[in-house]
């Protein structure tokens, strides 16, 4: 019990860091990247973006899923690609 109580303690007295925005596709376009290629699946379910900025060197690919079993129905996950 003294072993994880000691173990315990430092971990929560570390800060948790502030997390950052999630990336978004509404984001990424304001923030001026670009489409540089996209492809879906055959049942419509699923598709894949590509995103490319100038000053950048490296990608970000989002991917979205519409569920209508799910709330919310439409799932976006978007994550750099270095």
């Not at 800060?15 to 001026?32: F, M, N, V, W, Y």
């Not at 995103?51 to 129905?73: A, E, G, H, M, W």
């Amino acid at each position: 019990m003294r072993w994880s109580l000691g173990f315990a303690l430092p971990l929560g007295a570390v800060p948790a860091a502030s997390a950052a925005e999630p990336l978004t596709i509404e984001r990424l376009s304001a923030d001026g990247w670009e489409i540089a290629g996209y492809t879906g699946t055959f049942d419509n379910r699923s598709s894949l973006i590509l995103f490319r900025k100038k000053d950048t060197k490296y990608l970000v690919q989002c991917s979205i899923l519409y569920d209508v079993t799910r709330n919310p129905r439409v799932i976006t996950n978007c994550y750099a690609l270095h």
